[in-house]
Antibody, heavy 123, light 110 residues
Framework: HLQMQESGPGLVKPSETLSLTCTVS??????????WGWIRQPPGKGLEWVGT???????NYNPSLKSRVTISVDTSMNQFSLKVNSVTAADTAVYYC???????????????WGQGTLVTVSS | SYELTQPPSVSVSPGQTARITCSGA??????AYWYQQKSGQAPVLIIY???KRPSGIPERFSGSSSGTMATLTISGAQVEDEADYHCSSTDSSGHQTHVLFGGGTKLTVL
């Protein structure tokens, strides 16, 4: 059974870098054929796709965040990570990691989600 | 890129039919997907490829799509269906495919 858990600081200062990790159990990121992504949700607002990485190491980012976002994978720890540079209050959100499920259509919707972690940007 | 537009809120009484719409220019060419998000929880996929239900999703949830509008229908809404509902699709107008979400619709059942 697949499980995903986000971890990282809950408070980040403006202009600094937000760093989160998603630990995956129930699948191996070194052999997976799935895609893995990050989604965020500002308080009281809708969902926003942040980015996705594909097996083989290719990444794909939301154009509105692309210049500040990096997604990477550590197969030895079975984790993938998100970094957002130069954060402002607008980056305050619950951040979710999730798996794209290719059993559910050509747009590969997210079929497994972590519980989410709130990151607040404030001095 | 284009956007997906949902009404901010929908309200029904228990047992009534709730309909939540999602409009987007690419929906004639792309499937719509729907997620249910209860308070304080992660979203759950409840409709895929416009109208299909994953295993374990009650039959009262159904989806349809026509032209630029997708619709989530909850037949005989129950108090436990009170949640935020998010539509999703993708945009392939550039050289990469990007995931889109609508703004979310808060369903009140009371």
């Amino acid at each position: 059974h697949l499980q995903m858990q986000e971890s990282g600081p809950g408070l980040v200062k403006p202009s600094e870098t937000l760093s989160l990790t998603c630990t995956v159990s129930g699948d191996s990121l070194s052999t997976t054929s799935y895609y893995w992504g990050w989604i965020r949700q500002p308080p009281g607002k809708g969902l926003e796709w942040v980015g996705t990485f594909y097996y083989g190491g290719t990444t794909n980012y939301n154009p509105s965040l692309k210049s500040r976002v990096t997604i990477s994978v550590d197969t030895s720890m079975n984790q993938f990570s998100l970094k957002v540079n130069s954060v402002t209050a607008a980056d305050t959100a619950v951040y979710y990691c999730a798996r794209h499920g290719y059993s559910y259509g050509p747009e590969f919707p997210f079929d497994y989600w972590g519980q989410g972690t709130l990151v607040t940007v404030s001095s | 890129s284009y956007e997906l537009t949902q009404p901010p809120s929908v309200s029904v009484s228990p047992g009534q039919t709730a309909r939540i719409t999602c409009s987007g220019a690419a929906l004639p060419k792309k499937y719509a997907y729907w997620y249910q998000q209860k308070s304080g929880q992660a979203p759950v996929l409840i409709i895929y490829e416009d109208s299909k239900r994953p295993s374990g999703i009650p039959e009262r949830f159904s989806g349809s799509s026509s032209g630029t509008m997708a619709t989530l229908t909850i037949s005989g809404a129950q108090v436990e269906d009170e949640a935020d509902y998010h539509c999703s699709s993708t945009d392939s107008s550039g050289h990469q495919t990007h995931v889109l979400f609508g703004g979310g619709t808060k369903l009140t059942v009371l």
